[in-house]
């Protein structure tokens, strides 16, 4: 260590929190693969896709054009335009221009909402598993975020008993995530119905819904979000949204949200004194993607539900795992329980997810992510975002380190 870092103090609001989990494997997998190792990772939370073509046009266009300035704080007049329309076209909500809000990404969006809203030992109630970065939102604004564990036999979803009994005097937010990273799972109406029932019983408590893989929706499952399904909510929700997935467009970073006015101009405070606007650049390239032909969503949709199902199979033909065919998103969460309690050929006995996760790493070099790392141990993610050449690779792989495991004896 050297002088400078013995002396630095982190703050308190950051002491217990780490890089994610995710980035951490990634990291550790992309070393092994400098070391001249196969490893397939499964673990990106992007699209596999390119960026459309038109929508690059878009923002080399307005680069020429000269849109290279700030732009209005949460979003220039053009980009509130398009998100109001995107809202109105495909969910059915209709948000004056003072009340939808553009930032560097979806998550921006949700730390923006939670720096504005929250004061200290405020309660956000999060279904787990969940994608991490809600909890250290919740912490890093000084709130407190309140797990509520929900199992494979409920098809990973919250049910109103849970909520009703978690719903305290110093709740502020339901945070809602459908379709679901890590579980792929999702809210139909008849799933959001009866906590909209739960919600009215409880007037101070709002409700956070992150929609960001809305166009990712297989089979006949019809994507829904909860404000179009009753507009009373629409006075105290904020409905979450961004490009990155639906357009492939993650290292764009450009996520938008509609909600209350009052809350859309708290939020704009605390992004003016963060990062001022989203990208010009970007915006220009989110317009074309928004109000651009949407055809190519159907043919991404297409492409990852063969890979969906191409994993599910496989996953579920391994003696040992079990996966749920999800609705929606592109990850696969997979039990690992029948496994636990093996032993590997080097006769180390598999405790944990972790382990396992571990283990395949080591063993066969494919990087998947721990159902701990989500708030729920016993499972592993898989993100099928990746070839189908790859992830036949890989599931090959898994298969023949799951036969490698023997029954083993606790030391
Ligand atoms: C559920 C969920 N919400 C939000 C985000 C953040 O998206 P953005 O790239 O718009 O910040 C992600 C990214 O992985 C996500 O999985």
Known sequence: MNGTEANFRPARRIEDLGVSEILAITAQAAARRRDGRPVIILGAGEPDFDTPDPIKEAAIAAIRRGETKYTALDGSPEMKRAIRDKFRR???????????????????????????????????????????????????????????PCDAASGFRLTPEALEEAITPRTRWLLLNSPSNPTGSAYGEAHYRPLIEVLHRHPQVWLMVDDMYEHIVYDDFRFVTPVALDPSLKSRSLTVNGVSKAYAMTGWRLGYGGGPAALIAGMAVVQSQSTSCPSSVTQAAAIAALDGPQDGLATRRASFAARRDLVVDALNAIPGLSCRRPEGAFYTFASCEGLLGRATPDGR?????????????????????????????????????????ELVEALGRIARACSQLTEGREP
């Open 90 to 148: 495909e969910n059915g909500l209709d948000f004056a221009q003072n009340e939808v809000t553009a930032a560097a990404g979806a998550k921006q969006i949700l730390y923006n909402a939670m720096m504005a809203s929250l004061n200290e030992g405020d309660e956000v109630i999060i279904p787990t598993p969940c994608w991490t970065s809600y909890f250290d939102i919740v912490r890093i604004a000084g709130g407190v975020p309140v797990a509520l």
């Open 349 to 389: 006995t598999l405790k944990t997810d972790r382990e396992f996760c571990a283990y395949l790493l080591d063993a066969v070099d494919v990087a998947v992510v721990p159902g701990a790392a989500f708030g729920l141990a016993g499972y592993f993610r898989i993100s099928y975002a990746t070839s189908r050449e």
